[in-house]
C-alpha cells in the first residue's frame, strides 16, 4: 500500500503563511501526480492544486490562486504545498494524494486518486 505523509500544519493568523510538505520512503513521487485535498467540518474533500508528473505542469482552484504555490523537489522526494496570504476559510485538514497519469476523471476530484496521506490540520484564526 501506498504511504503518503503530509507535515507542516498547524495553527496561524490570517495574513501568515505555512508550507505543507507530502512525502514517502515507498515510491518516487515524481512518477505521480500529486494533488493537494482539504476538507473543512461539514463539507466535501475538494482539490486545491496539483501537480503533473515529468512537466511539472501545475493548477489551482480559484479560491487559492495566487496565494498558493505547490512545487516538488526531487532531490527529497516530496511536495510542497506553500500557503501564503492565509484566510480564515483555509482553515480545514489538508491531504495530499497520488495518482497516475491518464488516471481517468479531472484531477481536482478525491476520486481520481487512489492513495493518501493521513492529512495535517491548518487552523487560521481571524
Known amino acids: 500500500e501506498v504511504q503518503l505523509v503530509e507535515s507542516g500544519g498547524g495553527l496561524v493568523q490570517a495574513g501568515g503563511s505555512l508550507r505543507l510538505s507530502c512525502a514517502t520512503s515507498?515510491?518516487?513521487?515524481?512518477?505521480?501526480?500529486i494533488g493537494w485535498f482539504r476538507q473543512a467540518p461539514g463539507k466535501e474533500r475538494e482539490g486545491v492544486s496539483y501537480?503533473?508528473?515529468?512537466?511539472?505542469?501545475?493548477a489551482y482552484a480559484d479560491s487559492v490562486k495566487g496565494r498558493f504555490t505547490i512545487s516538488r523537489d526531487n532531490a527529497k522526494n516530496t511536495v510542497y504545498l506553500q500557503m501564503n496570504s492565509l484566510k480564515p476559510e483555509d482553515t480545514a485538514v489538508y491531504y495530499c494524494?497520488?495518482?497516475?497519469?491518464?488516471?481517468?476523471?479531472?484531477?481536482?476530484?478525491?476520486?481520481?486518486?487512489?492513495?493518501w496521506g493521513q492529512g495535517t490540520q491548518v487552523t487560521v484564526s481571524s
Open positions: 494524494a497520488a495518482t497516475f497519469l491518464g488516471a481517468l476523471g479531472s484531477y481536482y476530484s478525491p476520486k481520481t486518486y487512489p492513495h
Open positions: 515507498r515510491f518516487t513521487l515524481d512518477d505521480y501526480i
Open positions: 501537480i503533473s508528473s515529468g512537466d511539472r505542469t501545475t
